[in-house]
Nanobody, 115 residues
Framework: QVQVVESGGDLVQPGGSLRLSCTAS????????MRWDRQAPGKEREFVAL???????VYADSVKGRFTISGDNAKSTVSLQMNSLKPEDTAVYYC?????????WGQGTQVTVSS
């Protein structure tokens, strides 16, 4: 069994910063990369960023230059540093990883950007 747990969501003002964290545990042998997605109210879940086992990163155009994903393979953790936050970044942020060909998702953490 694989557990994925996110933390760090909060209410932040526009222009502010926030750091999300995610840890995978359990039967995670052969885990392949980790990624963040988000889902805003009334919208479909969308890709935000991913990091591969080799440390390569990919970002959605909407967050490029503002968000930074980083990972620690030894600890099976990944973080998402979010700067210059905008109201449109408001969403539930989900972390996931692939183990044995199955994508395992966390429960999500709420990020609200509002004055």
């Amino acid at each position: 069994q694989v557990q994925v747990v996110e933390s760090g969501g909060d209410l932040v003002q526009p222009g502010g910063s926030l750091r999300l964290s995610c840890t995978a545990s359990g039967n995670i042998g052969g885990m392949i990369g980790m990624r963040w997605d988000r889902q805003a109210p009334g919208k479909e879940r969308e890709f935000v960023a991913l990091i591969t086992d080799g440390g390569s990163t990919v970002y959605a155009d909407s967050v490029k230059g503002r968000f930074t994903i980083s990972g620690d393979n030894a600890k099976s953790t990944v973080s998402l540093q979010m700067n210059s936050l905008k109201p449109e970044d408001t969403a539930v942020y989900y972390c996931s990883t692939v183990v044995g060909g199955i994508q395992h998702w966390g429960q999500g953490t709420q990020v609200t950007v509002s004055s």
